[in-house]
Structure formats: C-alpha cells, structure tokens
C-alpha cells in the first residue's frame, strides 16, 4: 500500500500549469476584453434606451399636437362656420337694402309720373278749352257777321262742331 499512496500523491505538474494558463487566460481575457465588452453593451444599452425615452416622449408630444391640432382645426371649421353665416346675413341685409331702395325710387319716379301726368293733363284741357272757346268766338262771329235764318244756323252749327271734334283731336294728337 506504501507504493500505491506515492503514486496518488505523485503531482501533474503539466496540469497545474495547464490550470493556472487558463486562470491567467482568464483574467486577462477579463480584464481585456469582458470589462470593455460590457462597458460598451452597458453604453449601447443605456443610449437605446435614452432614444427609446426620446421617442416615446417624441411620441406623446406628438400625439398631444395632433389632438392639439384637431382642436383647432374644429375651432377653425366652427369659426369658418360662423363668418360665411355672417358673410351670408350681410348680403341677405345688403340685398334686402337695395331691395328698399329700389322700391322706394320706383314709388319716387311713378309718383313724379303722375304728378307730370296730371300738369300735362290740365295743359292739355286749358289748351282744349282756350281752343273751344277760340271756335266759339270765331262761330259766334260768323253767326253775328250773317243774318240767321235758322237753316243757316243750323248749319253752322254743325260745321261749328265738326271743327271743335277736329280741332279737339287734333290738339291732342299734337301733344302725344
């Protein structure tokens, strides 16, 4: 049994050097290349998730103008409503006005009409009757200038009114 222990206790050196080449391996592997890797994965980590924050606050500002935004596009339809019914009560009231005032100058120039109407009317009857009574002295002179007989009257009286029926008509054809 003597010989059997030497042989258990018997060291592998190679071994051991094997195993403190891949623990010096592992510190420098650590130290050179682990450390800097999760530097820069913590680095790369953290940026995404600084952008992630800075797009989802984009993201809600966003969200708030477009709802911001909506607001006062339906401020601006109710207000676009509200002038074009102004705009609209303006012309109604625009046109109602000139509607008056047409009316009101028709009323004016029918009643200058008629008032010009009735002046030429009593011009026409003064002429008519300065006309008659012109025919009735010219008649009575013609009747005083004969001796009458009553034949003879009769027929100046009927050429007497015939010339008043012409002499009527033709003054009122002059004045049209």
Same mark, same amino acid.
């Given at each position: 049994?003597?010989?059997?222990?030497?042989?258990?206790?018997?060291?592998?050196?190679?071994?051991?050097?094997?195993? &403190?080449?891949?623990?010096?391996? &592992?510190?420098?592997?650590?130290?050179?290349?682990?450390?800097? #890797?999760?530097?820069?994965?913590?680095?790369?980590?953290?940026?995404?998730?600084?952008?992630?924050?800075?797009?989802?606050?984009?993201?809600?500002?966003?969200?708030?103008?477009?709802?911001?935004? !909506?607001? !006062?596009?339906?401020?601006?339809?109710? @207000?676009?409503?509200?002038? +074009?019914?102004?705009?609209?009560?303006?012309?109604?009231?625009?046109?109602?006005?000139?509607?008056?005032?047409?009316?009101?100058?028709?009323?004016?120039?029918?009643?200058? #009409?008629?008032?010009?109407?009735?002046?030429?009317?009593?011009?026409?009857?003064?002429?008519?009757?300065?006309?008659?009574?012109?025919?009735?002295?010219?008649?009575? @002179?013609?009747?005083?200038?004969? @001796?009458?007989?009553? @034949?003879?009257?009769?027929?100046?009286?009927?050429? +007497?009114? #015939?010339?008043?029926?012409?002499? #009527?008509?033709?003054?009122?054809? !002059?004045?049209?």
């Amino acid at each position: 049994m003597g010989a059997e222990w030497g042989k258990i206790i018997d060291f592998n050196w190679t071994l051991v050097i094997n195993l &403190l080449q891949f623990a010096v391996l &592992l510190v420098l592997l650590r130290w050179l290349l682990w450390k800097p #890797a999760i530097k820069y994965i913590d680095k790369r980590r953290e940026l995404i998730a600084s952008r992630m924050a800075a797009a989802k606050t984009s993201e809600e500002k966003a969200g708030e103008l477009v709802v911001e935004r !909506e607001a !006062e596009l339906v401020t601006a339809k109710k @207000e676009s409503v509200a002038i +074009l019914e102004e705009a609209r009560e303006r012309a109604e009231k625009s046109f109602e006005d000139a509607k008056q005032r047409a009316k009101e100058e028709a009323d004016r120039i029918l009643a200058d #009409a008629r008032v010009q109407m009735e002046h030429e009317r009593d011009r026409v009857l003064a002429d008519l009757k300065a006309q008659y009574a012109e025919m009735v002295v010219l008649g009575t @002179e013609r009747v005083l200038s004969r @001796e009458v007989r009553v @034949e003879d009257h009769r027929r100046l009286l009927d050429q +007497l009114l #015939a010339e008043i029926d012409e002499a #009527a008509l033709d003054g009122v054809k !002059e004045k049209r």
